[in-house]
């Protein structure tokens, strides 16, 4: 489990170049990994995932800019995610498992902090239920009915809303997408739970920006909402039985 760890937190720091260079258009090879601030290169032994942020005491060595607490937490995430699969999991069933969870952190962060999903990862998502399903040995019928059901369920709603709204942008593109992967993974009672929870982590969002914001139009970033929900459903359903399903 600690080498799982260690491989996630590995896979992590990737990851958050990945997060802050895909938003800018920027190659996610080249440069190597500079500070943003300052654009010094850092070298490999300030580059060790988790330790080099706590050894630095979270700024940058060069111009002591205080490096965001998204590059431990991405790291440390990742990390426990890693641990929790490949312990859980038959090991081909791990490795997809954890490439869904490196496209959710991606698809989390990047919708927190810029509202927008990037589309390859949605794509990628989809096509790992082919996969999904032969691994598993899940029906391809019970996949396609569990994505269409909680799909059709979402853009009944989503229509409702608009008309009573009067705007047909309450949910995006890339949020149908990702609910499609998750209808198709989880299953329809699941994926109702999961789109259940991710609305719930929707409105404490808008709460604690209503206490720490005041008067600001607050747009939810459903993307980030519906991977923390699925994460959750997925460990869940192995941890405790709640989820009988």
């Known amino acids: ?21 895909t938003p800018q258009n920027l190659s996610i090879i080249s440069p190597r990994s500079h500070c943003p601030k300052c ?9 060790i995932p988790i330790v080099s942020f706590i050894f630095l005491s979270g700024k940058c060595k060069q111009c002591k800019e205080k490096i965001s607490w998204q590059y431990i937490s991405v790291e440390i995430i990742t990390g426990i ?26 698809i989390s962060y990047i919708d927190f902090h810029y509202l927008l999903i990037p589309s390859i990862y949605l794509y990628l998502l989809i096509i790992l239920l082919i996969p999904y399903t032969y691994i598993t040995a899940q029906s391809l019928y019970q996949t396609i009915l569990g994505a269409m059901v909680i799909t059709s369920y979402l853009a009944i709603c989503t229509l409702i809303v608009g008309i009573i709204k009067r705007d047909i942008n309450v949910l995006g593109f890339g949020d149908i997408l990702l609910i499609i992967f998750i209808g198709g993974w989880l299953g329809i009672i699941h994926s109702f739970i999961s789109l259940f929870l991710a609305a719930i982590i929707g409105i404490l969002y808008i709460i604690i920006n209503n206490y720490f914001i005041k ?7 459903f993307g980030t909402c519906l991977s923390i929900s699925f994460t959750i459903i997925i460990i869940l359903k192995e941890y405790t039985k709640l989820l009988i399903f």
Request: a positive charge; one cysteine or more.
């Open 81 to 106: 995610l890693f641990a929790f699969s490949f312990s859980k999991f038959s090991l081909s069933e791990a490795i997809l498992l954890n490439i869904v969870f490196c496209c959710l952190i991606i």
């Open 215 to 221: 008067n600001e139009t607050i747009k939810i970033p």
């Open 39 to 47: 654009k010094s290169f850092i070298p490999f032994y300030y580059n």
């Open 1 to 21: 489990m600690i080498l799982s760890f260690i491989a996630g937190s590995i896979i992590g720091s990737f990851l958050n170049v990945v997060i802050f260079r």
